[in-house]
């Protein structure tokens, strides 16, 4: 099904925010997406008993230390770095106090508080499982809670949670208020933090790589995951241009289908993931061919590329060959529930900088992938809008087309 109607307002991105293993800030986001990314290193555990335990670390100083608790819950690093990335999206929006108030906030998390749950059940002294704080439980779910809470933004509190797509949905609803009218501003996006849980997960699957995260390479052996939050405002482009707002970009059209086939699996023939970019190019009013980059979900694990690979050729036909894609996380990582808001952030940044970075080089690219990754010097963006692409386990594909600002607001 199609994210929304297609009718009603336009909606345009006035405000980012970012942190990752390339550091706090959209600028340093930026920066490192053009210097190559960064690198995994072993997370912080004494004893992960596990076969991988590395991911793409935010930098130890840039994790942010308030707010340490929402009321009686004390917060992990995901909710934390929500917090932050969310107050760099509304002041770069030049978002009030009094805009803030009235704010809804839509995220889009996995994992959420786990690390205090993995900490909590962390055998202490003598072996008796430690408590975290001043409780002995906390819940999971309290990012979008936590970053309302932080800006006093009372306009409604939304988290989804479906896996890896999550923040993906959350861009997709949070547009579909503002053309509903149910808002003029929606602040969306995602957090999150380490977790042993979801670490070691994968490990059972076999689905993490020891080495680095390396979508499309033929040496490929898993995902590597990455920590961080990415913050988008979209507002109606009625109110952007009333606030004299900066426009990165037009969110124009967003999409989201079901493979029903596996758990865990991709449906190898695809279909399900090929009808939501159609109807994303639909519902945007644009063609394939209006598309000038791809940011794939692209996980590095083999079936996901393979039938990404697949599902691209399908839509984009002989384009693919010269359509680049921008391998994400190669540079920070899967990011789990906030991955889909990360590839939104980074569409709205091709298009304001009107160039495509070049990709993380690959060691040899998968013959079965036969998708176009630069990989000596950015390209630019000649095309007026970009696609990403965010999927999950259980089938769940959404997919969102950001267009240039031209005209937008």
Same mark, same amino acid.
């Not at 509190?157 to 009218?181: E, F, H, K, P, T």
């Not at 598309?291 to 694990?301: E, F």
């Given at each position: 099904?199609?994210?929304?109607?297609?009718?009603?307002?336009?909606?345009?991105?006035? /405000?980012?925010? &970012?942190? !990752?293993?390339?550091?706090?800030?959209?600028? @340093?986001?930026?920066?490192? #997406?053009? $210097?190559? *990314? +960064?690198?995994?290193?072993?997370?912080?555990?004494?004893?992960?008993?596990?076969?991988?335990?590395?991911?793409?670390?935010?930098?130890?100083?840039?994790?942010?230390?308030?707010?340490?608790?929402?009321?009686?819950?004390?917060?992990?690093?995901?909710?934390?770095?929500?917090?932050?990335?969310?107050?760099?999206?509304?002041?770069?929006?030049?978002?009030?106090?009094?805009?803030?108030?009235?704010?809804?906030?839509?995220?889009?998390?996995?994992?959420?508080?786990?690390?205090?749950?993995?900490?909590?059940?962390?055998?202490?002294?003598?072996?008796?499982?430690?408590?975290? /704080?001043?409780? &002995?439980? !906390?819940?999971?779910?309290?990012?979008?809670? @936590?970053?309302?809470?932080? #800006?006093? $933004?009372? *306009? +409604?509190?939304?988290?989804?949670?479906?896996?890896?797509?999550?923040?993906?949905?959350?861009?997709?609803?949070?547009?579909?208020?503002?053309?509903?009218?149910?808002?003029?501003?929606?602040?969306?996006?995602?957090?999150?933090?380490?977790?042993?849980?979801?670490?070691?997960?994968?490990?059972?699957?076999?689905?993490?790589?020891?080495?680095?995260?390396?979508?499309?390479?033929?040496?490929?052996?898993?995902?590597?995951?990455?920590?961080?939050?990415?913050?988008?405002?979209?507002?109606?482009?009625?109110?952007?241009?009333?606030?004299?707002?900066?426009?990165?970009?037009?969110?124009?059209? &967003?999409?989201?289908?079901?493979?029903?086939?596996?758990?865990?699996?991709?449906?190898?023939?695809?279909?399900?993931?090929?009808?939501?970019?159609?109807?994303?190019?639909?519902?945007?009013?644009?063609?394939?061919?209006?598309?000038?980059?791809?940011?794939?979900?692209?996980?590095?694990?083999?079936?996901?590329?393979?039938?990404?690979?697949?599902?691209?050729?399908?839509?984009?036909?002989?384009?693919?060959?010269?359509?680049?894609?921008?391998?994400?996380?190669?540079?920070?990582?899967?990011?789990?529930?906030?991955?889909?808001?990360?590839?939104?952030?980074?569409?709205?940044?091709?298009?304001?900088?009107?160039?495509?970075?070049?990709?993380?080089?690959?060691?040899?690219?998968?013959?079965?992938?036969?998708?176009?990754?630069?990989?000596?010097?950015?390209?630019?963006?000649?095309?007026?809008?970009?696609?990403?692409?965010?999927?999950?386990?259980?089938?769940?594909?959404?997919?969102?087309?950001?267009?240039?600002?031209?005209?937008?607001?």
């Amino acid at each position: 099904m199609t994210a929304g109607n297609g009718a009603g307002r336009r909606v345009v991105v006035t /405000g980012l925010g &970012a942190i !990752s293993c390339l550091g706090a800030g959209v600028p @340093a986001f930026w920066r490192g #997406l053009e $210097a190559g *990314g +960064g690198r995994p290193e072993p997370i912080s555990d004494p004893a992960p008993r596990m076969r991988s335990w590395q991911m793409y670390l935010v930098p130890r100083g840039d994790v942010p230390t308030e707010p340490a608790r929402l009321a009686h819950v004390p917060l992990a690093a995901g909710p934390r770095m929500a917090v932050a990335a969310a107050r760099e999206a509304v002041a770069d929006a030049g978002l009030d106090a009094r805009a803030q108030a009235g704010l809804p906030v839509v995220m889009g998390v996995e994992m959420g508080n786990a690390w205090m749950h993995e900490e909590r059940r962390s055998a202490g002294p003598g072996g008796v499982p430690a408590v975290v /704080g001043d409780t &002995a439980w !906390s819940p999971m779910t309290v990012t979008s809670a @936590a970053v309302g809470a932080a #800006l006093g $933004a009372t *306009g +409604g509190n939304v988290s989804v949670g479906n896996a890896c797509a999550a923040s993906g949905y959350a861009v997709a609803l949070a547009a579909d208020m503002i053309r509903g009218g149910e808002a003029d501003i929606v602040l969306t996006g995602g957090g999150e933090g380490p977790t042993r849980v979801g670490m070691g997960v994968f490990n059972r699957l076999g689905a993490l790589d020891p080495d680095r995260c390396r979508p499309f390479d033929v040496h490929r052996k898993g995902t590597v995951f990455g920590e961080g939050a990415a913050m988008l405002v979209l507002e109606s482009a009625e109110s952007a241009a009333r606030r004299g707002a900066t426009v990165y970009a037009e969110l124009a059209g &967003a999409a989201w289908s079901c493979d029903a086939h596996h758990p865990t699996a991709p449906d190898p023939r695809g279909t399900q993931a090929s009808r939501s970019i159609r109807q994303a190019l639909a519902e945007a009013g644009l063609t394939g061919a209006d598309i000038g980059a791809v940011v794939p979900h692209g996980t590095g694990t083999p079936l996901n590329d393979v039938v990404e690979s697949r599902v691209l050729n399908d839509v984009f036909g002989d384009r693919s060959a010269r359509l680049p894609l921008f391998s994400l996380k190669a540079m920070i990582g899967h990011t789990a529930g906030v991955a889909g808001a990360f590839g939104c952030l980074t569409a709205a940044l091709l298009l304001h900088h009107r160039r495509v970075p070049a990709n993380t080089p690959l060691d040899e690219q998968d013959p079965e992938c036969p998708v176009w990754l630069p990989q000596k010097e950015p390209v630019a963006l000649s095309e007026r809008a970009v696609l990403v692409n965010s999927y999950a386990f259980g089938g769940n594909n959404v997919s969102v087309v950001l267009a240039g600002a031209e005209g937008a607001a």
